[in-house]
């Protein structure tokens, strides 16, 4: 009964440290040079709900991905304790802190893998006349979240956007909401003390 109860633990424990994971998902896809999905680009799987802002506030939507094996709308005991034999690589019945990471970044790396594949395909689908950029309407069209940052985006001004420009537009944007974001922190004083 003790080993059922700490695996248990383990595994909320685990899911809740992989929740606040996948909330970073999209700022993590930012960084690896993927738009954000506020820009209007689908999540990495059909019917996956990237929540506001793009930063997928959609935890139970992962989980659910994740460990609902046979797409039935529940989690089983079976699914979970599936879930954990394939994360207990050295099948000692624990998870240990290298288990742990080692699934994280695979499951960092599939969601990233996703988001790009995702991305591709939107960009494709906008490209209506398939010369590899977005002409302002096929932006616009493609892409409406982003629409009012076509001329940022459009690093060489010519009137088109590509892939790359559009990648490192939106690395670069994020790269200043972050400094914006550490600016704005309070920065601890020690007067007074």
Request: glycine share 12%; no cysteine.
């Amino acid at each position: 009964m003790e080993r059922k109860t700490k695996t248990t633990r383990i595994v909320a424990q685990f899911l809740t440290a992989s929740a606040v994971l996948f909330a970073a998902g999209g700022a993590f896809a930012q960084t690896a040079g993927t738009p954000p999905a506020a820009g209007g680009m689908p999540g990495p799987k059909a019917g996956y709900q990237m929540g506001p802002g793009g930063h997928g506030h959609g935890h139970g939507m992962w989980m659910m991905r994740e460990l609902d094996t046979d797409h039935d709308g529940t989690i089983s005991k079976a699914e979970v304790d599936a879930w954990f034999n394939s994360v207990d690589t050295n099948h000692d019945g624990k998870l240990d802190k290298s288990e742990l990471e080692a699934h994280r970044k695979a499951m960092m790396e599939k969601f990233r893998s996703e988001m790009e594949a995702a991305f591709d395909a939107k960009f494709k689908a906008a490209d209506k006349n398939g010369d590899g950029a977005l002409t302002r309407d096929e932006f616009k069209a493609g892409f409406p979240r982003l629409a009012s940052r076509f001329d940022q985006l459009d690093a060489n001004h010519d009137g088109k956007v590509t892939q790359d420009e559009m990648r490192a537009g939106m690395q670069k944007m994020h790269q200043q909401r972050m400094q914006q974001r550490g600016k704005q922190a309070p920065v601890p004083s020690d007067k007074g003390a």
